[in-house]
């Protein structure tokens, strides 16, 4: 589904301010794969995103979706492919457009732009039973401005108008990170969900060990623009902070950053 092979980036090459994000980097994920994303600030995490999103362009290697070679195509080529919630809740969604007009951008993405043809009835119906699923009370406030709404309420809908097409990759870059715990925590329950009915191939960066644990079906962490641990299902049903902690001291003089633990 998803084909990263040997894929590198370098920030401001040959300067002072050099800085490598990614150093040949392979990952494979299988149509339904649910890969938590940990390690160390500068890690390169959020740099996999954009490298697999066309956000960035790699510097080389090659990176695969659905068996389509997507390496050179900018991100708004790639958007049919690929859905994307970022940590500022602000990011997704457009504050000045109403929920549903917000949700016909959504539904249109990848195809020809315009929200004429977005708000027919049955495209309507569609929406509020999407939005029952948040069980936020969104669907009986359609009209209501995206700006209106509390953090929580719109980084949920983000979430629901990036898996609304069916990504055949779903991104999540600390999407819960901005949030208050409560939160956070009804926000996660919702990426369960959404990505479980879909059956959605996502890649989900996050700061909470616990999250990454509990999420997913396997578990990558990264250090230096690599991959440096990683955790197939079987490892990953028995594994603990513990464990990923003592993954993490055995690479030299790094420190892991984890929510849980910073508290
Ligand atoms: N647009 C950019 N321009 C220059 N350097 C960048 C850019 N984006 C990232 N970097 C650098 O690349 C490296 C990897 O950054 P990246 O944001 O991918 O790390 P991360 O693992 O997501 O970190 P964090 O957990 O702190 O968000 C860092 O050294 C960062 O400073």
Do not use: Y
């Given at each position: 589904m998803l084909t990263v092979n040997d894929v590198s980036k370098t920030f401001f090459?040959?300067?002072?301010?050099?800085?490598?994000?990614l150093h040949q980097l392979s990952l494979t994920l299988a149509e339904g794969d649910f890969v938590?994303?940990?390690?160390?600030?500068?890690?390169?995490?959020?740099?996999?995103?954009?490298?697999v999103s066309g956000r960035l362009?790699?510097?080389?290697?090659?990176?695969?979706?659905?068996?389509?070679n997507v390496t050179r195509l900018p991100d708004h080529r790639r958007a049919k492919y690929v859905g994307r919630v970022f940590q500022d809740p602000l990011a997704g969604t457009a504050?000045?457009?109403?929920?549903?007009?917000?949700?016909?951008?959504?539904?249109?993405?990848?195809?020809?732009?315009?929200?004429g043809p977005g708000l027919g009835k049955k495209r309507r119906v569609q929406f509020v039973e999407q939005l029952s699923m948040l069980e936020l009370g969104l669907e009986d406030r359609?009209?209501?401005?995206?700006?209106?709404?509390?953090?929580?309420?719109?980084?949920?809908?983000?979430?629901?108008?990036?898996?609304?097409?069916?990504?055949?990759?779903?991104l999540l870059d600390e999407h819960?990170?901005?949030?208050?715990?409560?939160?956070?925590?009804l926000v996660t329950t919702l990426t369960q969900r959404i990505v479980d009915t879909g059956g959605l191939t996502t890649l989900m960066v996050t700061h909470n060990m616990e999250q990454a644990i509990r999420l997913g079906n396997r578990l990558i962490?990264?250090?230096e623009g690599q991959i440096v641990y990683e955790a197939d299902a079987a490892t990953k049903s028995s594994l603990t902070v513990q464990d990923l902690l003592r993954?993490?001291?055995k690479i030299k003089g790094a420190t892991l950053s984890d929510q849980a633990f910073l508290g």
């Open positions: 090459p040959g300067t002072v301010n050099e800085r490598r994000a938590t994303v940990i390690g160390s600030n500068g890690a390169g995490k959020s740099t996999l995103l954009n490298a362009i790699a510097d080389g290697g090659s990176i695969e979706i659905d068996g389509k504050p000045n457009l109403t929920i549903e007009e917000n949700l016909s951008l959504a539904f249109l993405r990848g195809r020809r732009r315009g929200l359609l009209t209501a401005k995206v700006g209106l709404l509390s953090g929580g309420q719109r980084q949920a809908l983000s979430l629901l108008m990036a898996g609304f097409t069916q990504p055949r990759i779903m819960t990170a901005a949030l208050d715990p409560q939160r956070a925590e962490m990264m250090h993954e993490f001291t």
